[in-house]
């Protein structure tokens, strides 16, 4: 992850988040949720978490949130983003990892 907050493209300062309460409610279908921040770090989720790996699309506030609990990292990117290699991030993904696009992102680069 270092090579992809390196040169002139600099990571913000790490920040640690209180654990929602709703972190435990498992959700089933296309319920709405509220979740504290963008992306989501705890609340709501559903109760099988998607596949590490490579996405295409940007994964719902509930399958991120059900990843994460599971013990994944997820990498998200603005796509379009020239500062960011492409190639290079996703080169990290596997069974842990999910390396995916959102266009709602406020950086760059969340990790």
Not at 11 to 28: G, I, K, M, V
Request: negative net charge; proline residues 8%.
């Amino acid at each position: 992850m270092q090579t992809a907050c390196s040169g002139e493209v600099g990571c913000d300062t790490p920040r640690q988040e209180a654990l929602s309460a709703s972190s435990s409610l498992h959700l089933l279908g296309n319920t709405e949720a509220i979740w504290e921040t963008n992306p989501p770090t705890s609340g709501p989720h559903y109760p099988v978490p998607p596949r590490g790996g490579n996405y295409d699309y940007t994964l719902s506030n509930l399958e991120q949130v059900a990843f994460l609990e599971s013990g994944g990292v997820i990498i998200q990117f603005l796509p379009n983003n020239k500062n960011v290699n492409l190639q290079q991030l996703r080169s990290f993904a596997n069974q842990s990892v999910i390396v995916s696009p959102n266009q709602t992102l406020e950086s760059s680069l969340v990790a």
